[in-house]
């Protein structure tokens, strides 16, 4: 496995990590825990050394999941973890105060089973706390030890600068795929200024673009996407030419469309770590593969050409959502 580094951090991961929020949150029920230790068990035997999980996600079992899985790997691995977003009567809020920031960090070391978390995100901005002091929380956690790298998810750049400016900022994480291609406006050339890593999630476009996903599917009112406007029926019937670019080129290389999709990302910048989140095996091994395909600049240009011809049918989130998701 490729292994790259995010930013000028100097934190060393494997080319894609393993997103594991959908083994027990937003996707429907909450999978069995012994297959999805198998199955990160799995992943490091496959190369992959980098973790993703948050407080949130359960929440906290899936912290739980991961801790257990990687406790007998632990110095081979990197883990990355999230704070800031908590239910409270049933309502999504932010809460960035230095004292839960603390509060958390105790949390989540005892569910990772672990004394140092590698890579510790603010989930979501909370407008009610200056940033400034979000930073400085890090700071201290990190210089007592607790928490190796800061990290900032689906933050504008005016706030990460801010950030940036008291606490050095490892890695943002961000949606970024080739339906989400926002971050390329302002983000991308913010965190290559600054020497910032990029960790897009949802690279496959929350499934979609491994061609599995037909203009026909349904989703339970459970799993997330069912209230995605991008997942409306109209929507997944309109989207389907993604999926068409997907599949010529994936012929022309041996490959299937996830490949392809990951291997883009990938191609766009060296400091770029995808997280394709999996509950199966085959899927796994197929994300994996990204890692070996090359794509060209002629690729990548025709590419570029094609994608400007598509329009993207239907929001990533609706407004609701996009205030107050933490997925």
Not at 97 to 106: A, L, N, Q
Not at 164 to 172: D, E, L, R, Y
Not at 199 to 205: A, D, K, Q, R
Request: glycine letters at 8%.
């Amino acid at each position: 496995m490729e292994t790259r580094i995010l930013g000028k951090s100097g934190l060393k991961v494997s080319a894609l990590g393993l997103g594991c929020m959908g083994m027990s949150h937003g996707y429907g029920a909450v999978h069995d825990k012994k297959e999805m230790i198998y199955l990160i068990h799995k992943a490091i035997d496959l190369g992959i050394t980098f973790f993703d999980t948050a407080e949130f996600y359960g929440p906290y079992i899936n912290e739980e999941l991961v801790g257990e899985a990687l406790k007998p790997f632990r110095e081979k691995v990197v883990i990355a973890t999230k704070f800031g977003i908590k239910m409270v009567e049933g309502i999504q809020e932010q809460d960035s105060r230095p004292e839960i920031i603390r509060k958390s960090v105790e949390g989540s070391l005892k569910r990772l089973q672990t004394d140092c978390i590698d890579l510790y995100y603010q989930h979501r901005v909370d407008p009610k706390v200056p940033i400034e002091e979000v930073a400085g929380a890090l700071q201290d956690l990190i210089s007592e030890g607790k928490v190796k790298h800061f990290g900032m998810s689906e933050a504008g750049v005016k706030t990460i600068r801010r950030a940036n400016a008291v606490q050095p900022v490892t890695a943002v994480e961000s949606e970024y795929s080739l339906w989400w291609r926002k971050p390329e406006d302002e983000l991308i050339p913010t965190l290559e200024e600054l020497g910032i890593g990029l960790v897009p999630f949802s690279p496959l476009g929350r499934g979609f673009l491994t061609g599995k996903i037909g203009a026909d599917a349904t989703f339970a009112k459970n799993d997330f996407r069912y209230a995605v406007p991008r997942f409306s029926p109209e929507n997944l019937k309109a989207n389907q030419v993604v999926v068409e670019l997907l599949n010529s080129i994936a012929a022309q290389k041996k490959a299937t469309p996830a490949q392809i999709a990951l291997a883009w990302l990938l191609a766009q910048k060296t400091w770029i770590v995808p997280i394709p989140g999996t509950t199966k095996l085959e899927r796994l091994e197929e994300n994996i593969g990204a890692v070996n395909i090359s794509l060209t600049k002629e690729d990548l240009s025709n590419i570029q050409s094609a994608l400007e011809k598509i329009e993207i049918a239907g929001d990533r989130y609706t407004k609701e959502m996009e205030e107050k998701t933490g997925l």
